[in-house]
């Protein structure tokens, strides 16, 4: 990307209108002047009759979007009073909605890496398209922080506990699981997607991936869908990470392990979020309880202290407080979901 070149390329090609996003260096972390332009250039095409589709990819080679700009958010909570990554959210959470609402087709190229926000402006499209570099991830646990943009629904509706799985661990998994756990809805392979950009711009977004859409590589999750399925279905994490220890399967131990690393205020958050998001049904409520969760994990000192060993020094060696399980407190997990009364989100149709 030159000095000259936006965050967001707009262009029209046919009956398609384009929105790439174009920080390819930063692997294109949204931030709020993006999320900006990506809702100004919706506002406009909802409205104009010669589009029939819209189409969101991302510039560069190695994926479509990482998710949030993650390092500004670590200087709000360090530096500032979080108002400024609050404001951010606060536009992303109602561009989430906005485009699961998208009155024409949204075809969102889940090429390469798709994490976090990425997620958040791909996986609420009505046609979700991945591709044999895809590898998608909702991996907050790790820095400290709670799956949002509508994560923890979208997870909670996965087949039986895989997206309780995944929001646990943050694991990032392929183009096969992708469709599995509903995240995505056609495979179609990267070096025909040329030809389907070009297809979109002549014809409806359905008879183009008619054309381009193959079966998806076999993934790994379905065979561990019998040990996933009973381990995360306990109550507790304590308890998953005691069952997943106990099953016997290596790949049980090991994503035991895993969750060990994470922050575990975090992953304790994250149960009762997706728990919650599973009961409260629409996005719009849980975007409201998202905008709670993320307000309140960004000032625990587990969110900088991850960032820090994540992202900045990348020593991969996160001190996290409290340390344990044990030390982390209904009473702490509860904390999260506190209403934040006049400065509430407001989607849904209530405020809980």
Not at 10 to 24: I, K, Q, T
Not at 65 to 77: P, Y
Request: glycine content about 10%; aromatic content about 4%; hydrophobic content about 40%.
């Amino acid at each position: 990307m030159t000095g000259a070149e936006p965050p967001v390329l707009v262009r029209r090609e046919g009956r398609a209108a384009h929105l790439v996003l174009n920080r390819p260096r930063a692997l294109n972390a949204l931030n709020h002047d993006m999320v900006r332009r990506i809702d100004r250039a919706l506002t406009e095409w909802e409205h104009d009759d010669t589009v029939r589709t819209v189409v969101l990819s991302g510039a560069g080679e190695r994926g479509l979007c990482a998710g949030g700009d993650i390092r500004a958010v670590h200087d709000d909570a360090r530096d500032g009073d979080g108002a400024a990554s609050a404001d951010f959210w606060r536009a992303e959470y109602h561009l989430n909605a906005r485009i699961a609402r998208y009155p024409k087709p949204y075809v969102a190229v889940m090429d390469g890496i798709v994490m976090g926000g990425g997620v958040g402006v791909s996986a609420h499209g009505s046609v979700r398209v991945v591709t044999e570099r895809s590898r998608v991830a909702m991996p907050e646990t790790g820095i400290g922080f709670v799956p949002d943009v509508g994560g923890t629904l979208l997870l909670a509706r996965a087949p039986g506990e895989l997206g309780t799985r995944l929001a646990l661990t943050g694991e990032h998994i392929g183009a096969g699981d992708a469709l599995l756990c509903g995240l995505a809805d056609h495979y179609v392979p990267s070096a025909a997607l040329p030809a389907l950009l070009a297809d979109l711009a002549a014809e409806p977004a359905q008879d183009a991936l008619a054309r381009h859409a193959h079966p998806a590589p076999q993934g790994e999750l379905a065979a561990q869908r019998p040990w996933t399925d009973t381990c995360f279905a306990a109550d507790t994490v304590e308890e998953i990470v005691g069952r997943l220890f106990d099953h016997g399967d290596p790949a049980a131990k090991e994503t035991a392990e895993t969750l060990l690393g994470k922050s575990p205020t975090a992953v304790k958050v994250t149960l009762a979020a997706v728990r919650r998001a599973r009961a409260l049904g629409s996005l719009e409520s849980v975007l409201d309880q998202e905008y709670r969760v993320s307000c309140a994990a960004m000032h625990n000192p587990d969110f900088v202290e991850g960032v820090r060993a994540q992202v900045i020094d990348k020593d991969r060696r996160p001190r996290w407080s409290p340390r344990t399980l044990a030390e982390v407190t209904d009473a702490e997990v509860e904390r999260h979901f506190a209403s934040l009364g006049e400065r509430e989100l407001g989607l849904g149709t209530s405020v809980l």
